[in-house]
């Protein structure tokens, strides 16, 4: 298994995620309840299944992870990785799901966006969700909150677009390579009129180096903004 482990760790560095995840899923042939395993296959299996336009093939990788991810939780609930992989993976179950119960697993979310930061607090991206997590119960709208109010108990308390901001800048502090950090920073100051702060950001996402071809299409996004905010 250890050999098998650092072959599965090296593949992702080399970004080939869905070798790395045939090979974790190799371990739990074998030993089904290794957590490292585990909560990297509940990772990789959002990732890649957020690349497939087609939304059957998508639902089915995100239930995959949803599927890891219960399963780390179960063996390490005070894993910081495995709350940030149950808490992916409602998210991106939440892109596919309707309104309703979109908004049913928004509130899901909440215990373990904030247990994945408590306890693993050097995870940059757990801090990532943490903050879209933030800036989108806190950007619900008038029939959102209504939905929350009737039928949820209320929503989710707490949220805000400053624990956003604040959660943004603590994954870019973490890893300041991330252009993805970058943009969704950019765009959190840029509805929140702070222009001249996501301007900084951008340039500073425009000298990052792109190293798949999701970077790379984020770096055209953040060009994109960047441009956007210099003309107004």
């Known amino acids: ?78 894993g910081g990785e495995a709350n940030y992989a149950v808490a992916l993976s409602l998210a991106q179950q939440a892109t596919v ?55 949820l108990g209320g929503t989710p308390a707490g949220a805000s677009n400053t624990k956003a901001m604040d959660a943004l800048r603590k994954a870019r502090a973490l890893d300041p390579c991330r252009i993805q950090y970058c943009y969704d920073l950019a765009r959190v100051y840029s509805n929140q009129g702070l222009r001249e702060p996501a301007m900084q950001v951008l340039q500073e996402a425009a000298s990052l180096l792109p190293m798949t071809s999701e970077e790379l299409e984020m770096s055209r996004r953040c060009r994109r903004l960047l441009d956007e905010l210099e003309k107004g």
């Not at 509130?107 to 800036?135: C, F, H, I, T």
């Open 1 to 78: 298994m250890p050999a098998l482990l650092t072959e599965a760790r090296s593949l992702q560095q080399q970004y080939r995620e869905s070798a790395a995840l045939a090979r974790y899923e190799q371990i739990l042939g074998a030993f089904p309840r290794n957590y490292e395993a585990l909560w990297q296959a509940a990772v990789l299996s959002a990732r890649i299944g957020s690349r497939y336009t087609d939304e059957s093939q998508r639902g089915a990788y995100y239930t995959a992870a949803r599927q890891y991810a219960d399963r780390a939780y179960a063996v390490n609930p005070k």
């Open 97 to 151: 799901q309707s309104a309703r119960y979109r908004l049913s697993l928004y509130k899901s979310m909440k215990p373990y966006v904030y247990r994945a930061v408590e306890y693993s607090p050097q995870l940059p991206d757990a801090w990532q969700v943490l903050g879209r997590w933030n800036y989108r119960v806190a950007h619900l709208n008038l029939v959102e909150r209504a939905y929350y109010r009737v039928f």
